[in-house]
C-alpha cells in the first residue's frame, strides 16, 4: 500500500499532459489524463518525450492531440 501510495504521489507531482512520439511514424503525440491509453504511454526522455503543464504548451512545441 504504501509502494502504491509513493508512485500516485510521484504522479501528482508532474505535469499532466505527456508528450509520446510515435515508434512507427515519429509523430509527437500528447495525451491528456482520461484518454484512451494514457495510462499505458511511459514518457522516455532520452527518445526526445516529454511532459507538459498545458495543452497550449504542447502545442506550441509542434505536438498534436491524440485520437481517443
Do not use: M
Amino acid at each position: 500500500a504504501i509502494e502504491a501510495l509513493k508512485a500516485e504521489l510521484s504522479e501528482l507531482k508532474r505535469p499532466g499532459i505527456k508528450g509520446n512520439i510515435s515508434y512507427n511514424s515519429g509523430e509527437k503525440i500528447y495525451h491528456l489524463p482520461g484518454q484512451d491509453y494514457y495510462s499505458e504511454t511511459v514518457i522516455n526522455s532520452k527518445y526526445g518525450e516529454r511532459w507538459f503543464c498545458t495543452e497550449e504548451e504542447a502545442i506550441d512545441n509542434g505536438w498534436r492531440k491524440a485520437w481517443d
